[in-house]
T-cell receptor, first 113, second 117 residues
Framework: NAGVTQTPKFQVLKTGQSMTLQCAQD?????MSWYRQDPGMGLRLIHY???????DQGEVPNGYNVSRSTTEDFPLRLLSAAPSQTSVYFC????????????FGDGTRLSIL | AQSVTQPDIHITVSEGASLELRCNYS??????LFWYVQSPGQGLQLLLK??????LVQGIKGFEAEFKRSQSSFNLRKPSVHWSDAAEYFC???????????????FGTGTRLTIIP
């Protein structure tokens, strides 16, 4: 099993560009989530999903969209990138609840110029 | 609102010495509590978790943590650290988000651990 796979690992964007961060898991987990990690701020929840077709906002959802068409995939879309979105993004999954231990991907380091 | 506080931003410990990383949480009910470790350039890995029962929990890599309800604390300990323990450590609390039973984790801001010879 690969676990949680995030692509790309690194990306540089210009302000105003859009892009999609990919996240896939092969553990048949229902719960998936996206976090951003910024220095001194820990991890903050962007969006989460409790199953295919169901998504909800976390603490910092502005500027990001998600969808969950399959159990395996949970892409994160930046609609119009801003320098404030420069961060490291982590995708995580768990069996069916957010309070269960999370399996994390290795992260995507995103820089917005 | 739920919150997690890790008061120590950076801790330096000599190899072989004991370690205690502090974590305090704010939550009305009994929370689910976790400690995760992050090595440079990596994702987070679960060290241990507390759901209920015995308040002293054992984790991987020789770590343990004690849940103290009266102090709202969940401190992480290790009797003797190794150079490979150098990493960032995050405490997290899991709780129910809304009436639909959805849940989330709130993370502390992390403690960076440096090991000196």
């Amino acid at each position: 099993n690969a676990g949680v796979t995030q692509t790309p690992k690194f990306q540089v964007l210009k302000t105003g560009q859009s892009m999609t961060l990919q996240c896939a898991q092969d553990m048949n987990h229902e719960y998936m989530s996206w976090y951003r990690q910024d220095p001194g701020m820990g991890l903050r929840l962007i969006h989460y999903s409790v199953g295919a077709g169901i998504t909800d906002q976390g603490e910092v959802p502005n500027g990001y969209n998600v969808s969950r068409s399959t159990t395996e995939d949970f892409p994160l879309r930046l609609l119009s990138a801003a320098p404030s979105q420069t961060s490291v993004y982590f995708c995580a999954s768990s069996y069916n609840r957010g309070s269960q231990p999370q399996h994390f991907g290795d992260g995507t380091r995103l820089s917005i110029l | 609102a739920q919150s997690v506080t890790q008061p120590d931003i950076h801790i330096t410990v000599s190899e072989g010495a004991s370690l205690e990383l502090r974590c305090n949480y704010s939550y009305g009910a009994t929370p689910y509590l976790f400690w995760y470790v992050q090595s440079p350039g990596q994702g987070l890995q679960l060290l241990l978790k507390y759901f209920s029962g015995d308040t002293l929990v054992q984790g991987i890599k020789g770590f343990e943590a004690e849940f103290k309800r009266s102090q709202s604390s969940f401190n992480l300990r290790k009797p003797s650290v190794h150079w490979s323990d150098a990493a960032e450590y995050f405490c997290a609390v899991g709780y129910t988000l809304n009436n639909f039973g959805n849940e989330k984790l709130t993370f502390g801001t992390g403690t960076r651990l440096t090991i000196i010879p």
